[in-house]
């Protein structure tokens, strides 16, 4: 399409900091223009919002693991044994994250590329 048939202009504002991000989207885009680096992402572009929630979860699971694994090191360092169970849990934990990852990459892989 060529630029005499764009005849509408649209205007915005942005603050400084949402400039700033502009201009570092703009640069790492390649595109020749800011107006075509908008048109590509107003026309091409997408938004995505995930599940807070699921989010969180998957936080607070990181965060469950890490504590167990601590817990276990702790417990290995002041007796010198490690517990099948223990390894059976962190193994279960594991399994999970893996699962909630293997949604968001799905998810992700919806959108075209």
Request: proline content about 1%.
């Amino acid at each position: 399409m060529s630029d005499d048939s764009r005849k509408i202009t649209i205007k915005f504002r942005v603050n400084d900091e949402e400039n700033k991000l502009l201009e570092e989207k703009f640069l790492m885009s390649k595109c020749r223009s800011k107006s075509q680096f908008m048109r590509a992402m107003i026309f091409k572009g997408f938004v995505i919002k995930f599940d807070d929630k699921k989010l969180k979860n998957i936080s607070r699971n990181i965060s469950g693991i890490a504590s167990n694994i601590n817990q276990i090191a702790m417990r290995v360092n002041s007796t010198g044994n490690i517990y099948a169970e223990d390894i059976s849990e962190i193994q279960r934990d594991i399994n999970e994250l893996w699962r909630q990852q293997r949604y968001f990459q799905s998810e992700l892989q919806k959108f075209p590329q």
